[in-house]
Nanobody, 121 residues
Framework: QVQLVESGGGLVQAGGSLRLSCAASGTIFSINAMGWYRQAPGKQRELVASITSGGSTNYADSVKGRFTISRDVAKTTVYLQMNSLKPEDTAVYYC???????????????WGKGTLVTVSS
């Protein structure tokens, strides 16, 4: 029943900003962590940013100082504020929920369908 719904992707010029949102829906008891991954054409998927249930954050070196991950109080919605965007940031961004516990599943991982971010130069 768990579903991750992403929004906020689009086209932006270099130096601009975008804010991605991801909401986890369903009967969820707990989530260990949520994060954002991205995959550019011809490249492997990489972790962009993550936040644990305890509030600890982790960022890829390439986005430190430019991107900020945050969450709501319920810890079921995460955001990725992306500033000073570069053409190299162009990719499909995927939302991830790790270690999800539901009435029927234990410590499962879920992924969103992805949202495309295109940064023009």
């Amino acid at each position: 029943q768990v579903q991750l719904v992403e929004s906020g992707g689009g086209l932006v010029q270099a130096g601009g900003s975008l804010r991605l949102s991801c909401a986890a829906s369903g009967t969820i008891f707990s989530i260990n962590a949520m994060g954002w991954y991205r995959q550019a054409p011809g490249k492997q998927r990489e972790l962009v940013a993550s936040i644990t249930s305890g509030g600890s954050t982790n960022y890829a070196d390439s986005v430190k100082g430019r991107f900020t991950i945050s969450r709501d109080v319920a810890k079921t919605t995460v955001y990725l504020q992306m500033n000073s965007l570069k053409p190299e940031d162009t990719a499909v961004y995927y939302c991830n929920a790790d270690g999800v516990v539901t009435p029927s599943t234990w410590l499962m991982d879920y992924w969103g369908k992805g949202t495309l971010v295109t940064v023009s130069s």
